[in-house]
Each structure stands twice: as C-alpha cells, then as structure tokens.
C-alpha cells in the first residue's frame, strides 16, 4: 500500500536528518525487491540508487508508481539562485509570500497523490499543528495511501528545548519564532484528530485607544518560518 509520510519538527529539530534516513531506508528495500526480468531489474536498481525526486514538476499520470520517493517541503520554495552564483541556490524566506509557498508546495504535491507518481510521499514541512496537515492527508486518503506520522527522537525535540533547537537550526528561525512553534505543538496527531481539525480564525486588527492610532493585532505565531 502506498504512504504518505507526514513529518514533524521545528527548525534545529533533526527533521532534515531523519528524512535522510528514511530515504536511505527506502532505497535498500528498493534495491532488494524482487524482479521478473532483467529489464524491470536495471530500472528499479538505477531508480533505488539515485536521490529521492525533488523537482517541482510531477508526472501528470503513472500507471507504474516510482519506487523512488518523492519529497514535498515548503522550504524548497525559498530556494533562489544565488546574486554572485546561479548555480548555487540560497535560501530567502520571505514571511509575506507564506501563502503563496505552502499554496505551491500543496499544488505539486496533490498532483503527485492523484497521479499516483510514487508509493512513498514525503510532506516535509514542521507540521506543528493538526490542520497544517490535513489538506494532504485527505489528499492522500481520496487516493488511497497510509497515513504515516513521523518526527525526530532526539532529546531536545522531545522536550521542545528551544535554546538547543535554535543553537541547531541552519534557516536562521529567530530564538523567539522557535519558542512559538514549541508552544503550538499538538500531542494528538491521529488521522482522526487531523481530519477534525480546523484552521484558526483570520488575525483580527485591533485599535489602540492609549495613542489614538493603529496597530496591527497580528504577530507571527512561528508556523510560517522553517518549514
């Protein structure tokens, strides 16, 4: 059966490190699976060792889903060519394009799902809260793969460490950001749970009657940085 792997993690988590691993876990199975001919073999065999797809552009129908996996992250969004090299890719995050980015991730990743491009999905996202997910899991369940919930061991995450998850994180996420991401954590991950939740309302501005003036009610809740 086909799986869709939900991971979890702020930044400085070891998110990124255990995707590693199980992308190296997947292609050893792949590797070993049985063949019928030496044709299907070769292609299986070339498909386990290279990297799992990351492209941005995904097959529009399959009939024969990859064993290679495909990963989806957000953070691919801020991946721009450097000014001084175009070849190297930087990574700018840009806190008012949020929407857009999660909106394109979602795009190439539904197109995936309902092509059936590959028997295992990656959404390597932070995942913190139970509806950030839900849009791919009842993508994945209309076309029928297992839902898999995944999220770093290690002793910092697990005890929302925030100083040592910000003295980890590669992304430049703020002390502060990371504090917020720990505290919006959700502990019952469940598919149940997942397709019962429900985004936050829209920020409400608010008026300030100490100076007469506006003043934006909104602050960032950390959910829109390291992805």
């Not at 702020?10 to 063949?35: H, N, Y």
């Not at 979602?106 to 950030?132: K, V, Y």
Request: hydrophobic letters at 30%; charged letters at 20%; a neutral charge.
């Amino acid at each position: 059966m086909p799986q869709l792997i939900i991971m979890r993690g702020c930044s400085g988590s070891g998110k990124s490190t255990l995707v590693k691993q199980i992308l190296q876990s997947l292609r050893e199975v792949a590797v070993d699976l049985p063949t019928t001919d030496t044709t299907t073999s070769t292609t299986q065999n070339t498909t386990a060792a290279s990297e799992a797809t990351t492209a941005s552009s995904v097959p529009k129908t399959t009939t024969t889903p990859t064993t290679t996996p495909l990963v989806f992250s957000t953070d691919d969004f801020w991946l721009v060519p450097s000014n001084t090299d175009p070849s190297v890719l930087e990574y700018r995050h840009d806190i008012s394009r949020i929407s857009e980015a999660h909106a394109w991730n979602q795009t190439r990743a539904f197109a995936a799902l309902d092509s059936h491009a590959a028997n295992t999905i990656i959404i390597d996202n932070t995942n913190l809260c139970r509806w950030e997910a839900r849009p791919y899991v009842e993508r994945a369940l209309r076309n029928g793969y297992e839902i898999v919930v995944r999220e770093p061991d290690t002793w910092w995450w697990r005890e929302r460490n925030a100083e040592e998850l910000f003295r980890r994180g590669t992304h430049g996420v703020p002390f502060e950001a990371i504090r917020r991401m720990c505290e919006r954590y959700e502990v019952d991950f469940s598919v149940e749970a997942i397709l019962a939740s429900q985004p936050p309302p829209p920020p409400q501005s608010r008026f300030s009657h100490q100076r007469g003036g506006y003043r934006g009610g909104y602050r960032g809740n950390g959910s829109n940085q390291g992805n």
